[in-house]
């Protein structure tokens, strides 16, 4: 496919879990479909629940990620590629049900993850031989109108995305970088679930900028429970 003349037109939203009251923590994952057809998926939520760990927080499940790609038309095999912005459990949880897609990773995040403890209850979901990994290096255009950030400090070699829509404008999503509105201040401080407080406050002062330079219309958290409310979730979208 010739991506010179692709680029994004509309992403989906997808909650395929939340934490209980008040705060109602989503876990998420996103959709991006292209001019010319191309269904980009950013990241692929929790593994069905008979596959999560003793010890997971209480979680109310909803649809998983295939039975959502479902309610707009797709099945597993129409996905070209899986961004995977980080391995832990939460966003990793499905990938082995795509081997058809290429997964696009941060280098870096891929050789920490094989290694670390921190991976090891999700490892069976994302290190497996049938995957095809591209691994990057730093920022990097995916396509015209999608760009991978590194944004290291929650784990190394964690990204946000940022996309460019026809209609909305620039919108980014911090992943885990930043994960609730609150945090996305100069002052921020690293959390519990943060490998490095210093690049957390790095990444968050990078996001900050790239929002002002790129004239960012609308800013998602990868889990702010309060703003996740109020989106507009798949099948509906942002074109």
Excluded at 17 to 43: H, M
Excluded at 102 to 111: C, G, L, M, N, S
Aim: proline share 8%; net charge negative; charged share 20%.
């Amino acid at each position: 496919m010739d991506t010179q003349t692709d680029f994004v037109e509309r992403v989906y939203l997808m909650q395929v879990a939340a934490g209980p009251p008040p705060a109602n923590t989503p876990v998420v994952c996103y959709l991006v479909q292209t001019k010319l057809g191309r269904n980009i998926l950013i990241d692929s939520g929790l593994p069905d629940p008979a596959h999560l760990p003793a010890g997971m927080p209480e979680l109310i499940m909803g649809p998983n990620v295939i039975e959502q790609l479902a309610q707009i038309g797709l099945q597993s095999d129409d996905i070209d590629t899986l961004v995977c912005t980080h391995f832990d459990m939460d966003h990793s949880g499905q990938h082995a049900a795509f081997p058809q897609a290429e997964f696009v990773v941060q280098r870096a995040h891929y050789e920490h993850a094989r290694t670390h403890p921190r991976y090891t209850n999700a490892r069976p979901h994302w290190d497996r031989a049938e995957l095809r990994y591209r691994l990057i290096d730093g920022d990097t255009e995916l396509l015209p109108g999608m760009e991978l950030i590194e944004s290291s400090g929650h784990v190394p070699g964690h990204q946000a995305v940022l996309l460019r829509l026809p209609k909305t404008g620039p919108l980014l999503l911090t992943i885990d970088a930043v994960p609730d509105q609150g945090s996305f201040t100069p002052d921020r401080q690293g959390g519990q679930r943060d490998l490095d407080a210093v690049g957390v406050i790095a990444a968050t002062h990078k996001l900050l900028d790239l929002a002002a330079r790129a004239q960012v219309a609308f800013v998602i958290f990868g889990h702010d429970g309060a703003q996740w409310a109020k989106l507009r979730k798949a099948p509906a979208y942002y074109s």
